[in-house]
């Protein structure tokens, strides 16, 4: 029975990447708790997905509830432009102190999107601010998603970001293959050789190129972005705004190189899967380029509730949950499971490959027939998973019960057969 609320709402609803004529309806959610979805005619659903991988600590974690309702009695919101609160100064503080190398300026703003056009804009005006000119493109890779905006659209793979589609519209970078093996890594000292100096910055998704297919490469690839963009003197952004809090198997997935990024973006998990909030945290030296008696050399840049100050108190609650129960051990658990349980569809009919990374398991198949059929029969089997393009994967929350975790797993071997 759908819910009187539904139906006077959903015709006025435009949901995100969806065909709205043709699009199956959308399910009514009423609860959420843990690592469970329960829809408003009563079924409960395990999450394999963790909202677009945000829910690092399961939904509604207490802690993280309580200091969203303390601080919505004190102060919800004041704007960020001539005034600061505790929580966005202990935040950034927070950051800067977990985050490794000198990255200790904090920009925050409300969206993972917005915090990738803050580091492109940041990185722009750093050359601007030195007084060199024409560094005003971005080198990126296949494979990469950095959001849905024009900027970053113009930043993902060419396909995912549509920039066939959008041509006129989109600013032109240059996306080419990840330096990952030898052929790619000379053509990419061969691409810098060529325009190192119309650059501003190269930016990467670090060890995995989350919405543009789960696509993993290794720590020495990151190595190699380090030493090129040094000999070029470019700047080295890192997206971890899937890849942040945990995922990988590390806090951040540049620990795990030994890699210290210019700038690097954070969201998702920031306020473990509460409250909408993203960062762009630049190292000393991109800071330093904007400190200066001339009012021009500002960041011009100020989104209306940066560093909201509900958000701010979630994110502080989540960090909290880091340094006090054992996550990164539970992502090592997950990945170990993960590669065990899902390892039982190597070699299946239309498989391709399976693959795991700290809390991601992904089972790549040749092709998807029907990809909508698929979702449903996920949903009929009481699991939420949803697979796109030719991936079926899993990014549950860090606290999973080992329960739900293998009912997750058992019903993608199931359905998969
Ligand atoms: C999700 C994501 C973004 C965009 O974040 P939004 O909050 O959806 O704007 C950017 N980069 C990466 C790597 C992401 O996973």
Same mark, same amino acid.
């Given at each position: 029975?759908?819910?009187?609320?539904?139906?006077?709402?959903?015709?006025?609803?435009?949901?995100?990447?969806?065909?709205?004529?043709? #699009?199956?309806?959308?399910?009514?959610?009423?609860?959420?708790?843990?690592?469970?979805? #329960?829809?408003? !005619?009563?079924?409960?659903?395990?999450?394999?997905?963790?909202?677009?991988?945000?829910?690092?600590?399961?939904?509604?974690?207490?802690? =993280?509830?309580?200091?969203?309702?303390?601080? $919505?009695?004190?102060?919800?919101? /004041?704007?960020?432009?001539?005034?600061?609160?505790?929580?966005?100064?202990?935040?950034?503080?927070?950051?800067?102190?977990?985050?490794?190398?000198?990255?200790?300026?904090?920009?925050?703003?409300?969206?993972?999107?917005?915090?990738?056009? /803050?580091?492109?804009?940041?990185?722009?005006?750093?050359?601007? +601010?030195?007084?060199?000119?024409?560094?005003?493109?971005?080198?990126?890779? *296949?494979?990469?998603?950095?959001?849905?905006?024009?900027?970053?659209?113009?930043?993902?793979?060419?396909?995912?970001?549509?920039?066939?589609?959008?041509?006129?519209?989109?600013?032109?970078?240059?996306?080419?293959?990840?330096?990952?093996?030898?052929?790619?890594?000379? $053509?990419?000292?061969?691409?810098?050789?060529?325009?190192?100096?119309?650059?501003?910055?190269?930016?990467? $998704?670090?060890?995995?190129?989350?919405?543009?297919?789960?696509?993993?490469?290794?720590?020495?690839?990151?190595?190699?972005?380090?030493?090129?963009?040094? *000999?070029?003197?470019?700047?080295?952004?890192?997206?971890?705004?899937?890849?942040?809090?945990?995922?990988?198997?590390?806090?951040?997935?540049?620990?795990?190189?030994?890699?210290?990024? !210019? =700038? =690097?973006?954070?969201?998702?998990?920031?306020?473990?899967? #509460?409250?909408?909030?993203?960062?762009?945290?630049?190292?000393?030296?991109?800071?330093?380029?904007?400190?200066?008696?001339?009012?021009?050399?500002?960041?011009?840049?100020?989104?209306?509730?940066?560093?909201?100050?509900? $958000?701010?108190?979630?994110? +502080?609650?989540?960090? !909290?949950?880091?340094?006090?129960?054992?996550?990164?051990?539970?992502?090592?658990d997950i990945g170990k499971f993960l590669?065990?349980?899902?390892?039982?569809c190597v070699g299946r009919p239309g498989v391709t490959d399976v693959r795991s990374?700290?809390?991601?398991?992904?089972?790549?198949?040749?092709?998807?027939?029907?990809?909508?059929?698929?979702?449903?029969?996920?949903?009929?089997?009481?699991?939420? /998973?949803?697979?796109?393009?030719?991936?079926?994967?899993?990014?549950?929350?860090?606290?999973?019960?080992?329960?739900?975790?293998?009912?997750? #797993?058992?019903? =993608? /071997? *199931?359905?998969?057969?």
């Amino acid at each position: 029975m759908t819910p009187g609320w539904f139906a006077r709402g959903f015709p006025h609803i435009w949901l995100p990447y969806t065909q709205m004529k043709t #699009t199956p309806a959308p399910l009514a959610a009423a609860r959420t708790q843990g690592s469970r979805i #329960t829809l408003a !005619d009563g079924r409960e659903l395990v999450d394999g997905i963790g909202s677009w991988w945000t829910t690092v600590h399961g939904y509604n974690h207490p802690h =993280i509830i309580e200091a969203i309702e303390k601080q $919505a009695r004190v102060m919800p919101h /004041v704007m960020l432009g001539g005034l600061l609160h505790e929580q966005a100064a202990t935040l950034a503080a927070r950051l800067a102190a977990l985050l490794p190398g000198d990255l200790t300026r904090v920009f925050f703003s409300d969206s993972g999107s917005v915090a990738v056009e /803050v580091a492109m804009k940041m990185a722009t005006q750093y050359w601007l +601010n030195r007084n060199i000119r024409g560094r005003t493109k971005f080198l990126a890779f *296949k494979g990469g998603y950095h959001g849905d905006t024009i900027a970053t659209m113009a930043v993902c793979d060419p396909e995912e970001g549509m920039h066939a589609l959008f041509t006129g519209l989109l600013p032109e970078h240059h996306v080419i293959d990840l330096p990952r093996d030898e052929k790619s890594t000379a $053509a990419f000292g061969a691409f810098l050789e060529k325009h190192a100096d119309e650059l501003a910055g190269i930016l990467i $998704a670090p060890l995995v190129q989350g919405a543009g297919g789960m696509i993993f490469h290794d720590e020495q690839t990151l190595r190699r972005l380090r030493a090129a963009a040094d *000999k070029y003197e470019l700047l080295l952004i890192f997206d971890e705004i899937f890849t942040g809090f945990g995922r990988t198997g590390t806090m951040f997935a540049c620990e795990a190189a030994e890699v210290v990024p !210019d =700038i =690097i973006t954070l969201g998702k998990g920031l306020t473990g899967g #509460t409250l909408p909030l993203a960062a762009t945290v630049a190292s000393q030296k991109v800071f330093d380029a904007f400190w200066s008696d001339d009012p021009a050399h500002a960041l011009m840049h100020g989104p209306t509730y940066m560093g909201n100050a509900l $958000a701010c108190a979630a994110a +502080n609650a989540s960090l !909290d949950l880091f340094e006090n129960e054992p996550r990164l051990r539970q992502a090592a658990d997950i990945g170990k499971f993960l590669g065990q349980t899902l390892g039982r569809c190597v070699g299946r009919p239309g498989v391709t490959d399976v693959r795991s990374r700290g809390a991601i398991g992904v089972v790549e198949l040749d092709h998807i027939v029907d990809l909508n059929a698929l979702k449903r029969r996920f949903i009929e089997e009481g699991v939420w /998973v949803r697979p796109f393009r030719n991936i079926v994967y899993l990014t549950p929350a860090l606290t999973i019960s080992e329960d739900d975790l293998e009912k997750l #797993t058992h019903t =993608i /071997v *199931k359905v998969l057969r």
